[in-house]
């Protein structure tokens, strides 16, 4: 009896300074399980196509794609496939991934890489593939339904691992002669097929499939419990000192802040103005990128996060973009003396400068400069 360990891709997690974090660990932890082949999924590039490659570099982690591009040079940004033999039989292991899952890198602008089509990949690859290998096993970051699509139109796909998938397959699944394979998203069950394959043809001849959920039956393995609640603890010290690199020290606590739907009441005008700017959405930009928990991106995308009783992440305050009183002040404090206005010119510059410059009319400003910019939003 011989093993391939597979993966269908999206090894790493969420697009945050945290998570970047955890993919380091995920990496170099995933090296030691063993594995033959991980494809690639959105997620992986998280981080950038350097940061990947340097993973894959640094823990031998043996990434395929055969659809994915640099969109600058047309080149394949990983192996196009993977030969395995295993007991006599050599493995051709491949990946595509579904154009329709969207690639957004910390690292990367968007339209850095071009996604083909994966069934006109996979009818140009498996003529080729085949001439190599007795076996064609294809990772299938598409989900459920694409994943079937595939098998339907294109011939000679005898094993299929599907990822992007919600659900595990208790048994294996066959759909035109490839046998479907799923043991779901998070790390949250392990899958094992057990099987019979011909050495002569390579042809898969029966499975058997087990899913075991790894949950609180399954005991945790002392090593790996220590690993991970030591690199927790770790991340855990991180954050509370960038948290200290911005305190809450601003303001007074007797003070509160009332949040825009206050200053409607009696503002309605100038509140419907300044719904149509890039303040009113400065948190949802920080989310698109997974940066909402960052304190630096914080302290200039939501209301009084440096002050005492503003924004607070974890409590997820209703403070959230850059409201009235980002600029005017708390509304505790409220006055019709001017005080406000001075206020509010006065904080411009607290987040605003050269290397955070306003973008008019969707063109990014050469320089930060202060009264064109107030033109945009006074009021």
């Not at 899913?211 to 399954?218: E, K, M, Q, R």
């Amino acid at each position: 009896m011989t093993t391939l360990v597979l993966d269908a891709g999206d090894l790493f997690g969420n697009r945050t300074k945290k998570d970047l974090k955890t993919a380091e660990f995920l990496a170099g932890h995933t090296a030691k399980f063993g594995y033959d082949a991980i494809g690639l999924g959105e997620r992986d590039l998280n981080f950038g196509l350097e940061f990947l490659r340097r993973m894959i570099q640094e823990h031998k982690l043996p990434y395929t794609n055969a659809n994915v591009r640099d969109a600058a040079t047309g080149e394949l940004i990983l192996p196009e496939f993977l030969v395995i033999e295993r007991a006599g039989v050599r493995f051709g292991v491949c990946s595509v991934m579904d154009p329709a899952h969207k690639i957004i890198s910390m690292a990367a602008k968007d339209g850095e890489y071009e996604v083909a089509e994966p069934i006109a990949t996979l009818r140009d690859l498996l003529p080729r593939l085949r001439e190599q290998c007795d076996t064609v096993v294809l990772l299938s970051h598409l989900g459920d339904q694409p994943t079937e699509a595939i098998v339907q139109e294109v011939q000679g796909i005898d094993l299929v691992v599907v990822g992007h998938s919600f659900k595990p397959y208790n048994r294996e699944k066959i759909v035109a002669d490839a046998i479907l394979l799923s043991a779901v998203y998070d790390g949250r069950v392990i899958g094992r097929a057990d099987v019979r394959v011909s050495p002569e043809s390579g042809k898969v001849m029966a499975v058997d499939v087990a899913v075991t959920s790894l949950d609180d039956a399954v005991a945790d393995d002392p090593a790996m419990l220590e690993s991970v609640n030591q690199f927790l603890e770790g991340l855990e010290a991180e954050r509370l000192a960038q948290r200290a690199a911005f305190p809450r020290d601003l303001g007074s606590p007797d003070e509160s802040f009332l949040g825009n739907a206050n200053c409607s009441s009696c503002h309605k005008q100038i509140y419907e103005e300044w719904r149509k700017t890039d303040h009113a959405r400065a948190f949802t930009s920080l989310r698109a990128k997974e940066m909402q928990f960052e304190p630096e991106c914080l302290a200039c995308h939501t209301t009084g996060y440096r002050h005492h009783n503003g924004y607070d992440e974890q409590q997820q305050s209703q403070l959230s973009h850059i409201q009235c009183e980002a600029c005017h002040g708390y509304g505790t404090q409220h006055d019709r003396s001017g005080a406000m206005l001075k206020t509010a010119r006065e904080s411009c510059v607290q987040c605003h400068d050269n290397d955070n410059r306003p973008c008019f009319d969707g063109n990014q400003e050469a320089v930060f400069e202060y009264a064109k910019a107030w033109e945009k939003i006074a009021h």
